[in-house]
DNA sequence: ACGACATATAGAAAAATGTCAATGTATTTT
DNA sequence: AAAATACATTGACATTTTTCTATATGTCGT
């Protein structure tokens, strides 16, 4: 994966509110409206956290009417897991010269 | 952990060039004189990055004389992976009224 | 002690991000 | 059909982040 797709997925988790929302949707799927009650922002701040979450992959949206219902998703939460597995993972293999001796 | 400390956390990883002094330094421990020569900034901004990442607590500096080594810390690591498990896993215990039904 | 080298810090400019008010688009309710 | 509701989009503004140049600090070699 690009460092450009990586940076977007790691987005998601460095802003306060965009945590602050992760966490309430630890409990289950949520529409925005609740989720609007919950964190202090207006409502097109909300939309926008949302957009950015959703092109993370990190939640989904399901529209159902005039409603729109968030959730975890979980396959993108593997991806990001899989991806910071990937990215701290030691090479063993390379070897490293050691660099700037005296 | 509070959502300030996990955004800090977070931030380590989203940057593009985090990412590739990261990657880079999967391959072992590398000194800022090395890492310069791969990525594409100048020496300020290449220390800046580095105070991100070990502020993070995802990249530890070693100085050794007039070189500062840095490689990726397994501890950090440890931590922002149970950081991203906790923040993602749902709550079965918490029953969720559905919400905004017709 | 002096010059060269490695890195950090300070300060400013540029770019990206977060926020809000206003408005648009569906959909539902009456 | 009109009003109300839920959410998205736009545009402006403030804050934060990234980046640079210039300079400071500390260490090494001579």
């Given amino acids: 994966m690009d460092e450009k797709r990586i940076a977007a997925i790691f987005k998601a988790f460095c802003d306060e ?4 929302i992760i966490k309430l949707l630890r409990s289950g799927e949520k529409c ?6 919950e964190i ?3 409502q097109p701040t909300l939309s926008h956290h949302m957009k950015i979450l959703c ?3 990190i939640v989904v949206g399901r529209k159902e009417g005039k409603w729109t219902h968030y959730s975890i ?7 990001a897991k899989e991806c910071l597995r990937q990215l701290t993972t030691l090479d ?11």
């Fill in 17 to 20: 509110n965009r945590i602050r």
């Fill in 32 to 37: 925005a409206c609740k989720l609007l009650e």
């Fill in 40 to 42: 202090n922002v207006t």
């Fill in 55 to 57: 092109d993370a992959e």
């Fill in 73 to 79: 998703s979980e396959k993108g939460v593997e991806q």
């Fill in 92 to 102: 063993v293999e390379s070897e490293n010269k050691p660099c700037c001796e005296k």
